[in-house]
């Protein structure tokens, strides 16, 4: 299902399943951050590594 799919779907907890994604998402940045560690992430049906630097610089912005 695609971005544009979730947010318009009937279903109200495929809505807000959406919401919680991007909530996880962002705690998972901060608890990188904060523990100086790196997370992984799908960018392009590649698994990418994201430093805590590379989120502290990215948040800069």
Known sequence: MTQ???STAKDQD???SLIAMRRAA???RQQAV???TAI???KNDRLVR???EEIRKQDAV
Do not use: D, G, S, Y
Request: glycine content about 0%; hydrophobic content about 65%.
């Open 34 to 36: 904060f523990t100086n």
């Open 14 to 16: 495929l809505v807000n």
């Open 50 to 52: 994201i430093t805590a």
């Open 40 to 42: 992984i992430v799908m």
């Open 4 to 6: 544009n799919e979730l």
């Open 26 to 28: 962002m705690m998972a």
